[in-house]
């Protein structure tokens, strides 16, 4: 069974004025997206892609140029479409001189909950990011990492359906980084929906169901992660000992083979090659050592999105460079 659509994007554009004499900024072009129920959906892009102005829209800090979205069905526009959304901001500061509890306290009170409310849900959502034992500390005391889950608990504090998480680990240590992921696991396994930003492509890797990027306000791609390149299957084989001979006959047969020190890296369109590589080396009686499938990550293909975006862009300009010079 496929979970239900509870995000819809639909076409969303957004420029931003660059005061008087310059061009617009075009931050979002054309982007189309759906997030599904209880789904960990994972937005990719360098710095300025688009990301914060895309979760901005959704939450209706800002409203598109063109274009719709809704959560739950509701346009977001509409403040319905909020009733049931966490959110924790890029960089939010909390002020230092409040304890954990304090703080829960004084968004609850803005989110207008009752105060036995605040009071029994902070304490739940403390427990919910592992911070129980702190929540009477001075938040100057916490750690960046215990920062950013008392920025989970707050964003948990209303109970939501869906959460919206601004680059949640940024500038959090790997264990602290390790506790944010496990605790986005859990919420996932009690049915939340969650929308993280995020440039660490690692992270999103891991815990994400879906990964859509963006680059310079457009979607280059959408898919689950493991779908989201065709990559053909590489393989390391090192061998015992190859002669120069032994390497000449492989490059003939194999072209596509990179052969050093021993190693032989091999791509193919289909994974019966393998076989007769080893079978091809057997019978030259060269005997193998190791075969290891070489594991592309999210973040090479990542790499290999935007530059591809960046250098089809560059070939644009200066084809629209020359056709401008030839009619000059
Ligand atoms: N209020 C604004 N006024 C003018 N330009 C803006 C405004 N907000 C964002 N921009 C521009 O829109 C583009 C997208 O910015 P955005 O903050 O959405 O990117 P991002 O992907 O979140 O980047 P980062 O990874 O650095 O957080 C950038 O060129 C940015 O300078
Ligand atoms: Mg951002």
Same mark, same amino acid.
């Given at each position: ?7 819809? /994007? ?15 900024? *075009?931050? +979002? $072009? ?8 209880? !789904? ?13 102005? +895309? ?20 346009? =977001? ?7 049931? =959304? ?54 100057? &005391? ?40 496990? %605790?986005? &696991? ?14 660490? +492509? ?10 859509? /990027?963006?680059?310079?306000?457009? #979607? %280059?791609?959408?898919?689950? =992660?493991?779908? #989201?390149?065709?990559?053909?299957? @590489? ?15 492989? *490059? ?5 083979? @990179?052969? $050093? ?33 070489? *594991? /592309?990550?999210?973040? !090479? ?12 862009? $560059? !070939? ?13």
């Amino acid at each position: 069974m496929t979970n239900q659509t509870i995000i819809k /994007i639909d076409n969303i554009s957004k420029s931003f004025r660059r005061g008087f004499s310059g061009n617009d900024i *075009k931050a +979002l $072009t054309d982007v189309s997206l759906e997030i599904s129920s209880g !789904d960990i959906f994972g937005l990719l892009g360098p710095n300025g892609a688009g990301k914060t102005t +895309l979760v901005k829209i959704l939450l209706g800090a800002l409203s598109p140029s063109s274009g719709f979205a809704s959560i739950n069905n509701f346009d =977001v526009a509409d403040s319905r479409a909020r009733n049931r =959304v966490g959110f924790l901001p890029e960089n939010h500061r909390f002020p230092e001189y409040q304890t954990g509890l304090q703080m829960l306290s004084f968004y609850g009170g803005l989110s207008g909950m009752s105060s036995s409310d605040i009071k029994s849900k902070s304490t739940e959502v403390l427990r919910l990011v592992d911070m129980a034992k702190w929540g009477d500390t001075d938040s100057k &005391k916490y750690t960046k990492g215990m920062m950013q889950r008392l920025g989970l608990a707050q964003a948990l504090l209303n109970d939501p359906e869906i959460i919206f998480l601004d680059e949640p680990t940024d500038g959090v240590d790997p264990i602290g980084r390790r506790e944010i992921r496990d %605790i986005l &696991k859990s919420l996932k396994s009690r049915g939340k929906t969650i929308f993280l930003n995020s440039h660490l +492509l690692a992270e999103v890797e891991s815990i994400c169901d879906k990964v859509a /990027i963006l680059n310079n306000g457009i #979607l %280059i791609k959408v898919g689950p =992660v493991e779908g #989201l390149t065709t990559i053909k299957p @590489t393989y390391d084989v090192t061998c015992t000992e190859l002669t120069d001979e032994n390497i000449s006959a492989i *490059k003939e047969k194999f072209q596509f083979a @990179t052969i $050093t020190d021993n190693k032989i890296e091999i791509s193919f369109d289909n994974e019966e090659k393998i076989n007769q590589l080893i079978d091809f080396l057997r019978s030259s009686s060269i005997s193998i050592n190791s075969i290891i499938p070489v *594991k /592309i990550s999210l973040e !090479d293909s990542f790499m290999d999105l935007i530059k591809g975006d960046r250098a089809a862009a $560059t !070939d644009q300009a200066a084809a629209a460079n020359d056709a401008e010079a030839q009619n000059e």
